[in-house]
C-alpha cells in the first residue's frame, strides 16, 4: 500500500512569511502533483512533477520532487492571505491506473 | 467548455438507506474517477471508469459502486449506507485515459449519515 505522508498537517503564518510544506514517501512515484483546496470546492490542481529531482516554480510557490521520487516539497515566499486553504500532495503509482494517493492535506491559514 | 458537476451537493441519509451521486464529466474527457474526502482528510481513491467500465478500485467494501454511461457520465452508488460513510464525496474527470494526467475535481456532494 502507497502512503503518503504529508507535514505538518496546520500551518498558521503571518502575511509576508515563508512556509514549506513536505510530503514524504516509502514508496516510488511515476508522478507527484499538488493540489489546493478550498473550504466547498474541489481540488484543483497547482503543479505536476514527474522527474526526480525536478524544481518547478509557480509565481510564489515552488515545487521540488526529490531524486528518488518519493518525496516532494511545496515552499511559498511572501504567504499572502490568499493562498490560504488545503493544500493535497497526490502521487501517481506506475501501474496504478487512475490511482492518486493523496497525503492527509496541510491546512494553511495566512492571517493579514 | 463545461466543467465537472456533480448532484446533489448536500444530502442527508439514515443507517441502511441507500444513495445514488452524480456527476457529469468535463466535456470531451472519457474517464471519470470517484474519491471519498473524510473530514480533515485527504481524499482516497474509490474507483475509476474508463469506456463504461471499472478501471480499478481502492479500499472500499462492494456496497460501494459505479456506473458509467455512454456520454461518459457517471453514479456512485452506496447501499447499507453506515454512519463512517458521512464524507464528501468528489468526482474527478480526466481525458488522459487509463493513464490519469490532470484530473478536473467537482465541488463534491456532502453525505451525512445519520
Known amino acids: 500500500t502507497q502512503l503518503l505522508e504529508q507535514s505538518p498537517q496546520f500551518l498558521s503564518i503571518q502575511e509576508g512569511e515563508n512556509l514549506t510544506v513536505y510530503c514524504n514517501s516509502s514508496?516510488?512515484?511515476?508522478?507527484l502533483q499538488w493540489y489546493r483546496q478550498e473550504p466547498g470546492e474541489g481540488p484543483v490542481l497547482l503543479v505536476t512533477?514527474?522527474?526526480?529531482?525536478e524544481v518547478k516554480k509557480l509565481k510564489r510557490l515552488t515545487f521540488q520532487f526529490g531524486d528518488a521520487r518519493k518525496d516532494s516539497s511545496l515552499h511559498i515566499t511572501a504567504a499572502q492571505p490568499g493562498d490560504t486553504g488545503l493544500y493535497l500532495c497526490?502521487?501517481?503509482?506506475?501501474?496504478?491506473?487512475?490511482?492518486?494517493?493523496f497525503g492527509q492535506g496541510t491546512i494553511l491559514t495566512v492571517h493579514p | 467548455e463545461t466543467g465537472v458537476t456533480q448532484s446533489p451537493t448536500h444530502l442527508i441519509k439514515t443507517r441502511g438507506q441507500q444513495v445514488t451521486l452524480r456527476c457529469s464529466s468535463q466535456s470531451g474527457h472519457n474517464t471519470v474517477s470517484w474519491y471519498q474526502q473524510a473530514l480533515g482528510q485527504g481524499p482516497q481513491f474509490i474507483f475509476q471508469?474508463?469506456?463504461?467500465?471499472?478501471?480499478g478500485r481502492g479500499n472500499f467494501p462492494p456496497r460501494f459502486s459505479g456506473l458509467q454511461f455512454p456520454n461518459y457520465s457517471s453514479e456512485l452508488n452506496v447501499n447499507a449506507l453506515e454512519l463512517d460513510d458521512s464524507a464528501l464525496y468528489l468526482c474527478?474527470?480526466?481525458?488522459?485515459?487509463?493513464?490519469?494526467?490532470?484530473?478536473?475535481f467537482g465541488e463534491g456532494s456532502r453525505l451525512t449519515v445519520l
Open positions: 471508469y474508463y469506456r463504461e467500465e471499472e478501471n
Open positions: 512533477v514527474v522527474t526526480g529531482g
Open positions: 514508496s516510488v512515484f511515476s508522478s
Open positions: 497526490a502521487g501517481l503509482g506506475g501501474t496504478s491506473y487512475g490511482k492518486l494517493t
Open positions: 474527478a474527470s480526466s481525458g488522459q485515459g487509463r493513464n490519469t494526467g490532470e484530473l478536473f
